[in-house]
């Protein structure tokens, strides 16, 4: 598997709007997308910062802290090597992404990198 960089860092916290105040007026992170309960913030490379809120639907799966998303060139290719090592997958795969579970119990990702 050839990771390139960290391509996706998202949050699921109950202090979603507080978190989303700091990134914004603290780290001066641009938003690009907003909706009740959910931020998007692009950070200068292409990749997202997002923050969801704890009743956001369909991210109850990341109860255990940030999720990082590891960027690869070829995400079909990577998913495959998971399997092969047995890695547990995490929910049906995104167009570009797609969720596993570490052996210490976290949830983490594979993205498509940005060209």
Do not use: C
């Amino acid at each position: 598997m050839n990771i390139v960089g960290l391509g996706w860092l998202g949050t699921r916290t109950s202090n979603a709007a507080a978190l989303a105040d700091f990134y914004l007026h603290v780290l001066g992170l641009r938003p690009t997308h907003t909706e009740p309960g959910f931020w998007v913030f692009t950070l200068p490379s292409g990749y997202n910062v997002e923050v969801f809120d704890e009743t956001y639907a369909g991210k109850e799966h990341f109860a255990t802290g940030p999720v990082g998303g590891f960027a690869v060139r070829d995400l079909a290719g990577a998913v495959a090597e998971l399997r092969a090592a047995g890695v547990e997958l995490v929910g049906e795969a995104g167009p570009t992404w797609q969720h596993f579970r570490g052996p210490d119990g976290n949830v983490y990702e594979l993205v498509e990198a940005q060209p």
